[in-house]
């Protein structure tokens, strides 16, 4: 099947800095990527869709001005989550979508904020 | 609207043991249901899907059956291994992109 991949897999960051999470379709172009975030022991969030060149879509109670996304390209998509603090710590997971729509999903990315 | 309930765990069986794992779902239309694996630090991987009514998916022993006039999904394995120790996930995912996804059901097999 197809492979999605994210860098880095572990980040601890200090309070008040940017991360920058990359996830990447490997073989094959991804038109729409999603990104998810998953509380210890709790299922998977949609976070925001977000389309190869145009802005991303973000779920209701989801901080626009916090993660940013952008989906540059048709195989990476970014999450950086700008000035983050203990509460963002947590499992982000991207996904991607080609022209079959099967969703691929990625391996995660966690995230430390001390 | 869409949801998935899952059977809450975790599940702690001994190998060999029969599994199930019950997810009922609420949607609009016609949803397509998947069942997911996470293993221990891992992201999601498929395990099985079914597109349509009485429809069943199956993979590594896995089964569901997807039965619309319950609404349902139960994921079944005849004999489980200690390798199938992971968090399994239930969803849904009408038309279009999005998924809904169950809370996850923790499976512990011990030898």
């Known amino acids: 099947g197809a492979v999605v991949s994210q860098h880095p897999s572990w980040v601890i960051c200090k309070s008040g800095t940017s991360v920058k999470i990359e996830c990447r379709s490997l073989?094959?172009?991804?038109?729409?990527m999603f990104w998810y975030r998953q509380f210890p022991k709790q299922s998977l969030m949609l976070m925001a869709t977000?389309?190869?060149?145009?802005?991303?879509?973000?779920e209701q109670g989801v901080e626009k001005d916090k993660f940013l996304i952008n989906h540059a390209s048709l195989t990476l998509s970014t999450l950086t989550v700008t000035s983050a603090h203990p509460e963002d710590s947590s499992f982000y997971i991207c996904?991607?979508?080609?022209?079959?729509?099967?969703?691929?999903f990625g391996p995660g990315t966690r995230l430390l904020v001390l | 609207g869409n949801s998935v309930t899952q059977m809450e765990g975790p599940v702690t069986l001994s190998e060999e043991a029969f599994l199930t794992i019950n997810c009922t779902y609420t949607?609009?239309?016609?949803?397509?249901l998947f069942w997911y694996v996470q293993y221990p630090g891992e992201g999601l991987q498929l395990l099985l899907k079914?597109?349509?009514?009485?429809d069943k998916g199956s993979n590594k022993g896995f089964e569901a059956t997807y039965r619309k006039e319950t609404t349902s999904f139960h994921l079944e394995k005849g004999s489980v291994q200690v390798s199938d120790s992971a968090v399994y996930f239930c969803a849904l995912k009408p038309t279009g992109n999005q998924f809904y996804f169950g809370t996850g059901t923790s499976l512990t097999v011990i030898p």
């Open positions: 949607a609009t239309g016609y949803p397509s």
């Open positions: 996904s991607a979508s080609g022209s079959r729509e099967t969703q691929y």
């Open positions: 079914a597109t349509k009514a009485d």
């Open positions: 073989d094959f172009q991804a038109t729409t």
């Open positions: 977000s389309n190869e060149g145009s802005k991303a879509t973000y």
